[in-house]
Structures are given as structure tokens and as C-alpha cells.
């Protein structure tokens, strides 16, 4: 199993957000999890990705054969996961170029390849930024400020084409883009997708699933996935909104 | 040994004290720690340190004679070592540089309206023993840097520098203290630009632990002039930089920045006050301070806008980043406006790292020390990168790096 989560119960400052959760993960699988606001989607992925705010009360994750807790923030980074921030933190004076190239590094670093020098990660970043129609001027800034929402996002998905994870999850991505660069976006994302990484995709709305083909769906309501299926379960919460789940 | 003891004994070698008028000054001065009449509670000049220890020092001062001013034959480029707080005469068609005359106390002390509020200037005006006067002539565009050494332990040095831009000139002004001795400098700048001059003083701090640095600086603008002065303090011991500036005439501009890394039990206190006495004036005060472990700072900006100057520009910031929970910085800015077409702000944020900015770098794979040093350099990094000379740039760099390297 490429990511096994089991039994988890999470809480934050008294309060309990993630509650007995399963889910398995194998690789070259897209997962996608839906759920009304407050169910617990970004809490799963703060906490997948290691943040130290929550209290971890019960339950166990496995990645690429790692238990999860064993590793800390910069390791599961390392190891090849990668999460897509919903609000993307704007770092003034923190340039783009430098930042993902000391990130590739270090990844590489821990997987005993050799580092990337200047001039190939300039002829990386630029074709990846390209791909993804970022003007090269928005490399000269820095780390997400100044950017609109949709700026935001796409320079999300260049950090993620770069470090090129096992597992990339990708939370509310869609939130706050207009068509046009949700299209971009979820190009990016396409092109990235092999038999060897898997995408655990968070939104609230089908439309996004409309251009990232899931290969299953979860509803997750009040801190559990209560059902999972194919994409059928989009079309059902299009229709019908999460009421039913509750 | 009380005030007044401790002058009578040493006035043979304080400078002026067979100067009768300079002579009541001091008895006035003298007067006021006797009588212990000033404001204890709002007295900015007395946060974080015991005055006592200032008060009570054992006076000991010596003249050394390897002071050199030398002009780099590179265009307009001048090197001064300054020892012990004195200077070598010198004098070309560009600059001239003097001892400092009882015309230049009584000038100051005269004229100034600090004095009485500020105790450490006070303190040098009282034990003055060193200090030179530097007069950049008319039309004149001039480097300077200036090395300041001091020779032995436990020196009382209390130096007072008088810096004159004449009419049309300009001044690029490098000063670095970098003493390792168990010693105390008390130096005051007195700065005076004439129409259409301009003056950029860096300074870089970087003393050993037991070594005190008290500078005050007192800068006046007339017409068309701009005094900026960008202080860079990495000292392990106590500093002290306060700043006066009087905008006097139409056009002039002050423009004051500081940067403060402190760590262990360092203190540094930091004041700017800019009054606006003409029109058309700008000032722009900005200080920034990374404190680590149990060391404490103080900022206080004051600008002060006369009912005359209209048209006025006065901006201050300050923003601290405190990396220890025991570590704490005290910032207190001021506006008094007394003229409405004017444009000011002021604004101050202070508190820990970005907990936030911290994850989001190490779920790009950096560590916890790097993300945290990364930070630190970006919160100063729109300072950094204004400076445009390469020579400081690097030498910043490099001292920043070594404050990083003890950050954990």
C-alpha cells in the first residue's frame, strides 16, 4: 500500500476534527475526497503533511512503507509528498528561484542523487513555467506575494511539477480560480499524473473533477469518510449537495 | 564617587575646563544628577540600564598618538583611523579636519534642546576628552571611512564630532566600532548640512561583549538637503543610538534606518526624533531588530511637525522579530502634528516567526534551521538590498551570516 491511513483520530485545541479515518492509497491512483465545509478535508491534509498544531489521539499512517509520524515536516517532503496549499503563505523578500532550487536539493539529498546545479534548475524552472504559462518576470519575485489567487495556484502547481512527488495533495486548489486557470491548473496537473504518483485531490465542487478524472471519490462529513465510490458520487453531490451524507 | 567629585578630580583632563563660560555650563549639568531633578519614569534615555553604573564609573582616559587620516589618491577617498576618539589635523582643498574648539561646544550646547532630557549627553558634555570637527568644502563629493579604535580596558572615552557639509557638497561617511575592550565610548555626532548638501552615514556596530557604544547623533538640515543614516548593529555589548534631527529649511530630508541582532543578555536602545520646522520636508524612520534569547531593545520614534511645515512627509516603522520567548522589544512610536496638509504614518509590529511561513517552507523539504534563517534574512532583506555599495554589502552579508550561524 503507497498510503494507508487507519483509524485516525485527530484533535485541535479541544476539539476533535478527524475521527476513526480510513483510507488506503495505492500508487497511480487518483483519489478525490468532497465534503461540506468544516468536515475536516484540510485538517487531513495539514496533518498528512505534518503540521504540529493538531494532537494525534488514535490511529496510524503508512507511507512508502515509513510510518508517517516517524518522520517530520521536511522529511515527508523529502520523501516525495507534497501538499498544495489552500492559502498559499505570501513570503516577502524569499525569492522563487532560489527557494525551489535549495527545495529540489534537498530532496534530492535525501535520496543520494546528485544536486541539481544553477543553470540546469534555470532551464528546468523556465520549460515547467512555460508549460503552466507563467510569465518568467513572476520567478524574479518573491515567494507568493503579490500574486492574485490564481497566480497563487498555478505557482503551486510549478512548485509540485519541480519537485515532482510520490503523492501530491492538492487542497481546494480550485477555490478562487476563474475557468480559464482552472484549465491551466488542472493541466498542469494531468501532465504530471503516472503510474508511479497518486493525487489525493480536496474540493467541495464536481467541476474540478470535470478536468482530474478521479478513480475514486469520498464524502467526508464530520470527520470521517462516510462513503466512497467512483465518480458517480461527484455527480450524486452536484445534484443532490452533501445533505444526504449528514 | 558622586558627580561632581568625580569631575573636580579628573578636570585636568577633560577638554574646555578653563573655559569659564563652558565651565558654569557644566555646573548646571552637574546640578542635575545632584539633585537628581529629572523624569525618571518617561525618560527614554534611561530604559533597560541602570544609570548608576553610568553615573559611578571610574573616569580613565589615555591620548594615543597613532591616529592617521589618509587620502587614498583613489578620487576624493579618505581613510581616518580614529584612536581613543581622536583624530590627526588634516587639511586639503576638499576637506579639513580639526580639533574640536570650545566655539564647537559652546555651539552646541547653546543651540540644542536635548540636553537636561538626555542623560548620556549630558555625561558628554561634562567628561568630554576627545573628538575632531570635519569640514567637507563647498561643491565637494567626498568618501570617507572611518575606523574607530579604542587601545585600552576600562576607558572612559566621551568624544563629540562635529561634521560640517558645506554649501553644494556631499559626504559618503563609513563609520565601524569594532572594540574588544572592557571600555565605554560615549560619542556624540554633531552634524550640520548647508543648502544643497547631502550626507550618507553608515554605521556598523560590532563590539565584543564588554565593550559599551553610546552614540547620539544631532543632524541639522537647511535648503535642498538629505541626511540618511543606516545603522547596522551587531554588537555584543550594549549600544545605545539615538537620533536627533531638525529639518530647518524648505526641501530637506531625513532618512533613518537601523538594524539590530542582538542574542544572550544584549541590550540596545533605539530613538529617532525628527522635528519638521519648514515646508516641503520628508522624513522616513524605519528600525527593524532580531532578538534572540534574553535580550531586550527599545525603539522610540517621535516626529514632531511645526505649524509652519506644511507639505510635510514623515513615516516611521519599526518591526521586530523575537526568536525567545524570554527575549523582548519595546517599541513606542509618536506623531504630533500641529500642521494640516501633511502626510504621516507610523506603525509597529513586533512578535515571534511566522509559524506559518515556516511550515510552508519545510513542506518544500527545508529544515526547520534553515526556514527559520531564511526568514530572518527576508525580514531585512529589503534594507540589505538597498545599500549600493558593494564593499558594505558584503561586509553585512558576512557578519549577518555569522549571527545566523549562532541562531538554533
Known sequence: MFLEIKDLSVKIENKNILKSLNLNINKGEVHA?????????????????????????????????NDLFDLNIEERAQEGMFLAFQYPVEIPGVN???????????????MNEEEIDNLSFAKLLKSKAMDLGINIDMLKRSVNTGFSGGEKKRYEILQMSILNPDLAILDETDSGLDIDALKIVTDGVN???????????????????????????????????????????????EKDGFQKFQ | MNIQDNYLKNKKNIFFSENKDIETHREKLINIFENDRFDKKNNESLKNINLKNFIDFKYKYLISEETSVINNNHENNYS??????????????????TKILDEDYNDFSKNNTIENNDHFVNLNSLFLNSGFKIIIKKNNNIKIKISN????????????????????????????????????SNILNVIKLEKNSHLNHFLIQDNSA???????????????????????????????????????????????QGIFFLKDNNTSNNKTFVKHLAEDCKSNQVYKGILNDRSKATYFSNTHVDQVAQKTEGYQLSKGILLSDNASYFS??????????VKCSHGSTIGPIDENAIFYLRSRGMSKIAATKILISSFINEELSSIDNEQMSELIQKKLVRYLSKVK
Open chain 1, 33 to 65: 475526497i468532497m465534503g461540506p465545509n468544516g468536515s475536516g478535508k484540510s485538517t487531513l491534509a495539514n496533518v498528512l503533511a505534518g503540521k504540529e498544531d493538531y494532537e494525534i489521539l488514535n490511529g496510524r499512517i503508512n507511507f512508502k512503507d
Open chain 1, 96 to 110: 522563487i528561484t532560489p527557494f525551489l532550487h535549495s527545495a529540489i536539493n534537498s530532496k534530492r539529498k535525501r
Open chain 1, 191 to 237: 501532465k504530471l499524473k503516472t503510474k508511479d504518483n497518486s493525487f489525493l485531490i480536496i474540493t467541495h465542487y464536481q467541476k474540478l473533477l470535470d478536468y482530474i478524472k478521479p478513480d475514486y471519490v469520498h464524502v467526508m462529513v464530520n470527520g470521517s469518510i462516510v462513503k466512497s465510490g467512483g465518480s458517480e458520487i461527484a455527480a450524486e453531490i
Open chain 2, 80 to 97: 581616518i583611523v580614529s584612536v581613543n576618539g581622536q583624530c590627526s589635523s588634516f587639511k586639503d582643498d576638499k576637506i579639513e579636519i
Open chain 2, 149 to 184: 579604535i579604542v587601545t585600552d580596558d576600562d576607558l572612559t572615552i566621551f568624544q563629540k564630532n562635529n561634521y560640517i557639509c558645506e554649501e553644494g557638497s556631499s559626504l559618503n561617511l563609513i563609520e565601524e566600532y569594532e572594540n574588544k575592550n572592557n571600555s565605554t
Open chain 2, 210 to 256: 564588554n565593550h559599551n557604544l553610546i552614540i547620539t547623533t544631532h543632524s541639522s538640515c537647511k535648503k535642498d538637503t538629505t541626511y540618511t543614516q543606516k545603522v547596522y548593529n551587531f554588537s555584543e555589548g550594549h549600544v545605545r543610538n539615538f537620533h536627533y534631527s531638525e529639518l530647518l529649511e524648505a526641501n530637506s530630508e531625513a532618512d533613518l
Open chain 2, 332 to 341: 513606542k512610536p509618536e506623531l504630533k502634528i500641529y500642521a494640516d496638509d
